[in-house]
Each structure stands twice: as C-alpha cells, then as structure tokens.
C-alpha cells in the first residue's frame, strides 16, 4: 500500500486501510510464530518437560498472577520461543528500497537500490555458534549466545 498525503493528512478510508492491514499482519505473524514454537515443542518431549517444569517453579514462587517479575522468570520459555522463531521465522524476508546513499559493510548501496533482508538467512546461517540444531540443544551456552543475538541494531 502507498499513499499520498495531502497537507500532511492521510484519507479516512486510507486510515483504515492501514490500520486493518496491520492488524491482519500482526494476527497471521503472531498466529505463524506460535504454530511453529507448539510444533517443535512438541516434537521433543524433554523440551516441554523443562517448559513444564520451569512453570511449577514460576507458580511456586509467584502465585498464578502473570506479571513482568513473572515473565522475566521464564528464562528456558524465553528461550523456546525465540528459538522457534529463529528457526522458522513468520517473515522469512522483507524488501526495501534505499532512500539515501549508503555504505554497508564496505559495500556503496546507491539510493533507490532495492534491497532483498532475510532473516531466515540472517538468523540461521551467519552465526556458526547458532547452526539450525532446533530446540533440542538448548543449553546455559545456547541460551546466553541467543539473548546477545537478539538485539537491536540501530542502523541510523
């Protein structure tokens, strides 16, 4: 979707648009990423034993509340999760086009280069300590490599 604005405005129906566009986006990436952390739960039952678990332990401490403390607990839920989605991302790549010149890892990008980011690539095949080994070989090691891995990275 493109839009013009016009005096700074976008159209009521423009609006709309957008705003139901990424409400169908968000519920099928949501809905992907969720389908991919059950499926390889369940392909390994010791996985969702450390899940169970790791739960009895959160409920012991904290009561049945759901809270951030509480979150912040699920250290090996954490884990699962991000590797499912490492492993099977719900967008495996995004396009976009460059607006400026500009110069990565030693390569010039001239404005208006489209550019192809994958992050099924990104995330499974450039980091030699994170080989797509699934949820199986998560260990203290794993664990510490993914939450370093999993950062932000301001490209201004």
Known sequence: ????????????????????????????????????????VALFPEVMEKLRLEQEKIIAQHGTSFTLAVLDDMVYADAVIKEALRLAPP????????????????????????????????????????????????????LNTLSESWRHIDLN
């Open 1 to 40: 979707m493109f839009y013009v604005m016009q005096d700074g405005q976008l159209s009521d129906d423009a609006l709309a648009e957008s705003g139901i566009s990424l409400l169908l986006a968000g519920t099928d990436t949501s809905g992907q990423g969720s389908t991919a952390a059950l499926v390889m």
């Open 91 to 142: 967008a495996a790549a995004a396009m976009r086009q460059t607006l400026v010149d500009m110069q990565i890892c030693d390569k010039f990008i001239p404005a208006g280069t489209l550019l192809w980011l994958s992050t099924l690539t990104s995330q499974n095949f450039t980091d030699p300590s994170l080989k797509p080994s699934g949820l199986k070989t998560l260990t203290p090691q794993t």
